[in-house]
């Protein structure tokens, strides 16, 4: 059923009372397979960046079952990109040994060192930064200018943590006796298990790994099953800079996920387990890791609230809502899951979504024209589809967008007149869905948006110095966007609070989740 912009009033005068609606581009679902399939990937300019082999001591390597492989495909046609080694606990095992033979050299080098491993490391990316992108668009679906924007991102992570590497300060704590001095060191807290997610192949690797290796931490890295070529990437880069044998492995599986997710929460010669992804998975690993009492950081789902207050500047709130909603095509932790608009401006900023959205070119993210890519798999497309089935079928009103286009296709959305039984209301999309609730008072709106066991990342617009205040300190979130709706950055903590996780990563804390404190008393002076 053809859906238009034009469907509810307010829209409709909207829309009259600002410049021409542009067209709403409707297009043949069928058509869209096609269109995609015809879209011409890319050569690398360095094609030894792909590779089709798991990562272990600075060797490519298979499973130890050589033949056992699996394949990883291009979200947006469905064709195989290639085929990695499905590894099993006995090659994670050796990636561990990897890692712990490769400990007690890398601790030890000095800060410095890590240093100027870590900024060669990150000149490479960049220098590579075309390539990285190409192969990240390709197993992910986000567009080529998004990949190249999750480079510069990712990247930013050695830099940062680079500069971090020389400043793991220790403290002189002034003693109450006059014979003992007391002081702290830090000290990498030893191997970590590194468990990351397909909507971020690069980034969520980086802000990690570039801890853990600035800490003087040695790693292995199980990649989402989706996107493991931009892992493996990485690693190509890390051996040409020089980055020692067995301080940066990567395994690879899809068959077998929990084996290995359990693995590393129970090997003992793994000291610490960060992950990124479901709250579901993240208390697995928790509970697994608390055997052998790991550090664990757990960077989990969320259902962001992003409120606009009356008194917003319109337009800034509408960029806003598309930034966080709509970057990744919905598929980031940190998306705007509940868009509550005040009364008085709902109509207008309703109208103003919608008209932005209806703009968007969904894509093959290799096509120039491409704004918004396809979702990741099948049941990333079923699970919009339910979350949009079950808020019409309790009265929400779609005001553009909102159809399946064929694949992993789905047409961004914005609905209206949404409500709190609505499915959506309670949980994450992970989708191109921006769902409207109206609101009317302060109290009102902060009781709904903390209304949810998740507290990752919550936004608002608003232009009143008071409510700025009050409304970020009230909302129980680890991470409040004013003004504003992309957060993310090197420089900042990134990191939930309540069911959304534990630990910070980035910014002068990222350190510390991969350090261990360490207290000496000097007696008998
Ligand atoms: C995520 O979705 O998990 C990460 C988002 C970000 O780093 O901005």
């Known amino acids: 059923m053809l859906r238009s912009i034009v469907r509810t009033p307010y829209v409709h005068s909207c829309l009259n009372l600002s410049h021409a609606p542009r067209k709403h581009v409707l297009v043949n679902p069928s058509a869209w397979r096609t269109l995609a399939s015809s879209t011409k990937i890319p050569k690398l300019s360095d094609a030894d960046l792909m590779r089709h082999y798991a990562f272990i001591n600075n060797e490519w390597v298979l499973s130890h079952n050589a033949e056992a492989k699996f394949p990883v495909y291009d979200p947006a046609t469905g064709e195989e990109i290639g085929q990695l080694p499905e590894m099993d606990i006995k090659d994670t095992q050796r990636a561990i040994q990897a890692a712990s033979a490769a400990f007690p050299l ?48 990712g990247a930013s992570f050695f830099e940062w943590f680079a500069e971090e590497a020389v400043r793991a300060y220790g403290k002189v704590i002034p003693s109450p006796m006059t014979n003992q001095r007391y002081l702290t060191i830090k000290q990498p807290v030893g191997v970590v298990g590194i468990i990351t997610p397909w909507n971020f192949p690069t980034a969520m690797i980086t802000r990690k790994v570039g801890a853990a290796l600035a800490a003087g931490c040695t790693v292995v890295i199980k990649p989402g099953a989706e996107t493991p070529y931009s892992a493996l990437a990485l690693c190509e880069l890390a051996k040409r800079v020089g980055i020692p044998e067995g301080v940066v492995n990567v395994v690879t599986t899809k068959k077998h996920v929990s084996d290995i997710g359990n693995e590393l929460c129970t090997n ?27 550090k664990v950081s757990l960077e989990l789902g969320g259902n962001a609230p992003f409120i606009v207050f009356d008194d917003a500047d319109v337009d ?9 909603k709509f970057r990744g095509t919905g598929q980031t932790c940190i998306c705007a899951n509940r868009i509550y608009v005040q009364k008085g401006i709902y109509p207008l900023f309703a109208c103003r979504l919608a008209e932005k959205v209806g703009q968007f070119k969904v894509g093959h993210g290799f096509d120039p024209d491409t704004t918004h890519g396809p979702l990741i798999h099948s049941n990333a497309v079923e699970k919009v589809k339910k979350h949009l089935d079950d808020a019409t079928s309790k009265g929400a009103e779609i005001l553009v967008g909102g159809r399946h286009l064929g694949g992993n296709f789905f047409e961004p959305a914005v609905l209206s007149e949404m409500t709190s039984d609505m499915l959506i209301a309670s949980e994450e999309t992970f989708g191109p869905i921006a769902p409207l609730f109206r609101f009317s008072t302060e109290d009102e709106v902060l009781k709904l948006a903390n209304d949810t066991p998740f507290g990752l990342a919550g936004y608002f617009f608003s232009r009143d110095i008071g409510r700025i205040w009050r409304v970020a300190e009230k909302l129980e979130t680890g991470m409040v966007g004013v003004n504003t709706g992309a957060i993310s950055n090197c420089y900042a903590p990134f990191g939930g609070v309540k069911e959304s996780g534990l630990g910070r990563e980035g910014s002068c804390y990222g350190l510390d989740d991969y350090m261990n404190i360490k207290y000496i008393n000097m007696g008998g002076l």
Request: charge should be positive.
């Open 316 to 324: 800034a709130a509408v960029e806003g809502a598309i930034a966080s």
């Open 106 to 153: 890398w601790a030890q080098q000095t800060g410095k060192e890590r240093h100027d491993l870590l900024k060669k490391w990150y000149d490479a990316v960049i220098a590579h930064k075309d390539d990285l992108a190409t192969i990240l668009t390709w197993e992910n679906g986000k567009s080529y200018t998004e990949a190249k924007g999750e480079i510069t991102y």
């Open 268 to 294: 003992p010669l793994v000291r610490k387990i960060s992950f990124t992804g479901s709250t579901k998975v993240g208390k697995t690993l928790m509970s697994q890791a608390s055997g052998t009492m790991k």
